[in-house]
Structure formats: structure tokens, C-alpha cells
T-cell receptor, first 111, second 115 residues
Framework: LAKTTQPISMDSYEGQEVNITCSHNNIATNDYITWYQQFPSQGPRFIIQGYKTKVTNEVASLFIPADRKSSTLSLPRVSLSDTAVYYCLVGPSAQGGKLIFGQGTELSVKP | ETGVTQSPTHLIKTRGQQVTLRCSSQSGHNTVSWYQQALGQGPQFIFQYYREEENGRGNFPPRFSGLQFPNYSSELNVNALELDDSALYLC??????????????FGPGTRLTVL
């Protein structure tokens, strides 16, 4: 499974847009890119998933360039409640398959 | 629709003991996966159950075992507990149909402390 690299931590302020980039140079043709969010003492929560180009939902946007070797999670106008760890995962499309989590990016949103 | 539930929420055991953790999957989900999350680390895949059979396993020794029941609930059993087994144990359920792929619904976890 493709290994991912993302920043260990990021700081932001309320109301700003936050972009977290994930590198996955060895992504395979049938791999999808998925982002999860985890608050302290809770299980991770699915945010968004994409294969190529741009995906947007009510929570975030995911930008994937043509070579798919990286992806960027964009959180518009963050609030204090967006303080969490964000994980970038890359894996095959098999439904419910094994998820490989890295260390994630700890996002801290300040007032 | 109820989400994934896990019991107990916290547990303290001593080295060498055995422990059983329980998980009820989300309604309509037939696949259950278990993860171990050490402090400050991402979750690590232990194994997955589909239709009561183990369907994939991570790099964990045989003393980690599991069961899935006909109602798709699941148990994680750990024998001969070691200090390094102290972690948050997460259960996640998913369905084999639908999109998006790889969307798993996690429970709140069981915090296991081994003394």
C-alpha cells in the first residue's frame, strides 16, 4: 500500500482557510485518497475521498493533481472545533478494506 | 440508526491476563475491523471480519484473536497481556456495497491499560 507523508502539525486561526498537503509518490492505479479526522478520545471520522481532480462536500475540498502523487485537503473558514488530527490514507477501492494510517497532521486552530 | 458502540469504555488489566473487548456495528454493516492506537500514533490495523470469517490481518501476533457473530457484532480477545498492549482499541464497521469506498465508521474506542 502506498505510504503517505504529511506535516506533523499546523497552526491556524479561526476564519482562515487551511490546506493540508499529503505526499503519496507510490500511489497505485486503483488507489483512492481518503481523509479522516480524529478528535481526542474519539474514533476517526471520514471526511472526504477522491480519485482525481477535485472533490467537494459540505465539510471540505480535496484537490488531486493529474499525476496523483500528492493531494491537498482544504478546510474553508476553520473554527476552534476543527482542532483535530487529520489523516491522509491511500489504498485500493476494495470496500471496507484495511486502512493504513500514518501519524497524521495535528491541526490547532486558535481564536 | 445507531452508530458503532464499544464496551467497556475503559479497562485496567495486569500483565499476563486476558481481555475481551466488544463492538456492535452500525445497522446494515456486515464488515468489522479492529485497530490499535497507541498514544500519539495513528491507528494500526489488527484484523477484519466479514461474514463471521477473518478477512485480512495486520502485523499482530496470534494472541490477538477475534470473532464476528451472525448479527455482525464482534469481539477482540487478547491473551497474555503485555505492557505494550496499553492503547485505545477502535472498532470500525463498513458495508461491502455503496460509495465512497474505504469509508469506515468508527466507535469511540476502549481504553486498555495494562499494569
Amino acid at each position: 500500500l502506498a505510504k503517505t507523508t504529511q506535516p506533523i502539525s499546523m497552526d491556524s486561526y479561526e476564519g482562515q482557510e487551511v490546506n493540508i498537503t499529503c505526499s503519496h509518490n507510490n500511489i497505485a492505479t486503483n488507489d483512492y485518497i481518503t481523509w479522516y479526522q480524529q478528535f481526542p478520545s474519539q474514533g476517526p471520522r471520514f471526511i472526504i475521498q477522491g480519485y482525481k481532480t477535485k472533490v467537494t462536500n459540505e465539510v471540505a475540498s480535496l484537490f488531486i493533481p493529474a499525476d496523483r502523487k500528492s493531494s491537498t485537503l482544504s478546510l474553508p473558514r476553520v473554527s476552534l472545533s476543527d482542532t483535530a488530527v487529520y489523516y491522509c490514507l491511500v489504498g485500493p477501492s476494495a470496500q471496507g478494506g484495511k486502512l493504513i494510517f500514518g501519524q497524521g497532521t495535528e491541526l490547532s486552530v486558535k481564536p | 440508526e445507531t452508530g458503532v458502540t464499544q464496551s467497556p469504555t475503559h479497562l485496567i488489566k495486569t500483565r499476563g491476563q486476558q481481555v475481551t473487548l466488544r463492538c456492535s456495528s452500525q445497522s446494515g454493516h456486515n464488515t468489522v475491523s479492529w485497530y490499535q492506537q497507541a498514544l500519539g500514533q495513528g491507528p494500526q490495523f489488527i484484523f477484519q471480519y466479514y461474514r463471521e470469517e477473518e478477512n485480512g490481518r495486520g502485523n499482530f501476533p496470534p494472541r490477538f484473536s477475534g470473532l464476528q457473530f451472525p448479527n455482525y457484532s464482534s469481539e477482540l480477545n487478547v491473551n497474555a497481556l503485555e505492557l505494550d498492549d496499553s492503547a485505545l482499541y477502535l472498532c470500525a464497521s463498513s458495508s461491502t456495497t455503496g460509495i465512497p469506498y474505504n469509508e469506515q465508521f468508527f466507535g469511540p474506542g476502549t481504553r486498555l491499560t495494562v499494569l
